[in-house]
């Protein structure tokens, strides 16, 4: 069982709106409590009406950002070889019965089981929406930027990593995955001149 919020829903808080969206974090937070439920994962991977919430954190450390690279040994074939920006996963109800503790807890378990790191701060960006694929129409990210000290991954036949600067980013654009390729054009738009 995963945590979804009906699609409707969703368009009511954003409108048309796609990419990384500026939503009040206070915002997103009542639509998860009061409109978030659990329904089988197999139902949320199809059913369009509603959309999965996914934590989606950037770790950062001494100015350079976490860049993972995504094995074929790693869970979802359609990620497979892609370069990602974020940390994060499917939320459930072993999580927490109540929706938006659910989503705290499971972004900090997402965190514990793919990378070892002490976060010093955790700072909320915006909402990752993405209406381009099927597959993105069925998930609504939460973005994260967290300042760390890393200690390495846990996931290690899972994931190869190295640690970049926002400038260095650039050559993986057009090989990472969607939500990261916005993660980053967000990311340079915040960054000072």
């Known amino acids: 069982m995963v945590l979804v919020v009906p699609t409707l829903k ?12 500026e939503v009040e974090e206070q915002k997103i937070q009542q639509l998860i409590q009061k409109e978030g439920l659990f329904i ?21 450390n001494n100015g350079q950002i976490l860049l993972l ?13 892609k370069y990602s920006l974020g940390v994060g996963g499917h939320i459930n109800n ?10 705290l ?12 790191v002490e976060i010093h701060s955790i700072d909320y960006i915006g909402i990752i929406n993405d209406t381009s694929t099927p597959v993105s129409r069925v998930h609504l990210g939460l973005l994260y930027i967290a300042e760390v000290n890393f200690k390495g991954i846990r996931e290690k036949d899972m994931f190869m990593y190295w ?31």
């Open 94 to 103: 072993l999580d927490d019965q109540k929706p938006w503790n659910a989503f």
């Open 40 to 60: 089988p994962r197999n139902q949320a991977e199809q059913d369009e009406s509603f959309q999965q919430i996914i934590p989606y954190v950037v770790m950062k």
């Open 163 to 193: 640690w970049k600067n926002l400038e260095e980013l650039q050559q993986y654009t057009k090989l990472m995955e969607g939500w990261s390729f916005l993660t980053y054009q967000e990311l340079k738009r915040r960054m000072p001149n």
């Open 10 to 21: 969703v368009i009511e808080l954003l409108g048309s709106k796609t990419g990384i969206v």
């Open 69 to 81: 690279l995504r094995t074929s040994k790693q869970g979802e074939k359609r990620l497979h070889d």
């Open 105 to 116: 807890k499971g972004m900090k378990r997402e965190i514990t089981e793919e990378v070892d």
